[in-house]
Structure formats: structure tokens, C-alpha cells
């Protein structure tokens, strides 16, 4: 069974830090690269709405800009009744990056989990082996 808890607490963290004016639902991801590090990201909304961008988006960007690609493990929170589920988009970026078998674990801020994978996420997702 991996760790959570770092996990959990730089999700928490940087979910802090979400810029989210518009929707108000702050969001906090947390992913452990292949070397251990732990990336994290929060959502940043705009004014202009379709160019905001996730919070999972924003800690793979931070992966890949150290210069890794691959990822191990991944933790959402918000503040949300529920587990909040990530976006279609979130998903496909996520499976770019991670095996069908990396364990994600979607969270609310109150403590409440849900422990899923990129697989069970993104069922047949598209990868490079369509293109082949
Ligand atoms: N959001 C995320 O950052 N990640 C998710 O998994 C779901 C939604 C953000 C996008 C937007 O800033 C706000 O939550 C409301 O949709």
C-alpha cells in the first residue's frame, strides 16, 4: 500500500494557494514522480473562463518542466461534499503520464477518500499505440 499522507498534505497545501474567484471551488493536486519528488498544483481560473486551467494540470506541468515524465501516484482535494472526480481532460493527462495501475486517490478536505486509477478513470483511453 503507497503512502497518502505527504501526499495529501502538499495537496492541501498548494489547494491554499488555488486562484479561483469565479467558481469559488478551490482545487489541490499532489502527484509523486518516478524519483519520489512530489509535484503539486492547484487550479487557476481567468477571466476569460475556457483559459483556466486545473489543478492537475498545473502539478503535471511542474513534473515535466523538472524534467520528468512519469508518475507513480496522484491526490486531489477539494472542498467538495464528495470526492471530487477529475475532468475529462485531467483524465487524459493523467494517462499521459501514468500507468493504467497508478492509484489515485480523489479526497475532500473534511478527510473523505476515494481510491480509484488512471485505468478506472480513463477506460479505453486513447494512447500512441492507436497511431501505430
Ligand atoms: N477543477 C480542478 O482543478 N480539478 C478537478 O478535478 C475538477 C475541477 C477546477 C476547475 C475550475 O477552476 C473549478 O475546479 C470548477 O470547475
Redesign the pocket.
Known amino acids: 500500500m503507497q503512502q497518502t499522507s505527504d501526499l495529501r498534505d502538499a495537496a492541501l497545501s498548494v489547494r491554499e494557494n488555488?486562484h479561483?474567484p469565479?467558481?469559488k471551488?478551490k482545487?489541490g493536486?499532489a502527484i509523486r514522480a518516478v524519483s519520489g519528488t512530489i509535484y503539486r498544483g492547484?487550479?487557476?481560473?481567468n477571466v476569460a473562463y475556457p483559459e483556466?486551467?486545473?489543478?492537475?494540470?498545473g502539478a503535471i506541468a511542474a513534473m515535466v518542466a523538472s524534467g520528468e515524465t512519469a508518475l507513480t501516484q496522484v491526490y486531489?482535494v477539494?472542498g467538495s461534499p464528495s470526492p471530487?472526480?477529475?475532468?475529462g481532460g485531467?483524465r487524459q493527462k493523467l494517462a499521459e503520464f501514468g500507468s493504467g495501475d497508478v492509484s489515485v486517490t480523489l479526497a475532500t478536505v473534511d478527510g473523505i477518500e476515494r481510491a480509484t486509477t488512471i485505468a478506472d478513470l480513463l477506460p479505453g483511453a486513447f494512447d500512441a499505440g492507436h497511431m501505430a
Open positions: 488555488a479561483a469565479y467558481s471551488f482545487v493536486a492547484c487550479n487557476v481560473e483556466g486551467t486545473c489543478a492537475e494540470a486531489v477539494a471530487v472526480p477529475p475532468c485531467c
